[in-house]
């Protein structure tokens, strides 16, 4: 996994350190007022989906975060974004990312773990590809579990997920929270422990 991480250097933690701190504290206020939900969750996608997004100005600030910390993210994000839906499904950050849940097969629940290798692509964005999948006894191929996913599961319009490829996009460039604030990786280093994002506020202006 290790080649295709952006190679960009972390700053200095110490200086930034009460940065990270106040971001989460930040997404935990978000999400627990509503703003991660509903039209205005994200931008509108772009006329041409094939271009990739840029933000075109400099990070405000650099935050360096661990697995646990962006878990515990994810898990409250998901727990609103899918109160209202009959399928549930769990993303987390292990030695590899793990998608979670459940598809059936001649009518009854199957659980079942895909996990993938994240990739920092040079724009920010964050790209998954499915290594391996984990589903008892059976034997299905991860591309038709992946496309009852595709079919089935509620995902952001920021997430993009293709069977045939086996892989999931997270176009960070399109994802914006209600205030404006984005975000891009720089970096995805689980073994280590290591995940790096540029965090951009918005101007006045904008």
Known sequence: ?????????????????????LFIALVAILLGS????????????????????????????????????????????????????????????????????????????????????????????VQLKARRMAIGSLSVPIKTVMNYIGNSYKFPKWVVLDSKQKTILLKLNQFKMKNGMQIKATRIDLPNDKIDLNVYIPQFNE
């Open 1 to 21: 996994m290790g080649n295709e991480y952006g190679n960009k250097k972390r700053t200095v933690k110490k200086p930034l350190n009460w940065w990270k701190w």
């Open 34 to 125: 509503g703003a991660y939900l509903g039209v205005k969750l994200t931008t509108p996608p772009p006329a041409d989906t094939s271009s990739e997004q840029l933000i075109k100005r400099d990070p405000t600030f650099a935050i360096n975060l661990k697995k646990s910390q962006v878990n515990a993210v994810i898990s409250y994000y998901l727990n609103h974004y899918l109160k209202d839906s009959k399928i549930k499904y769990e993303f987390d950050l292990d030695d590899q990312a793990i998608l979670k849940g459940k598809f059936k097969l001649l009518g009854y629940p199957v659980p079942f773990s895909i996990y993938f290798d994240p990739y920092v692509k040079e724009n920010g964005d």
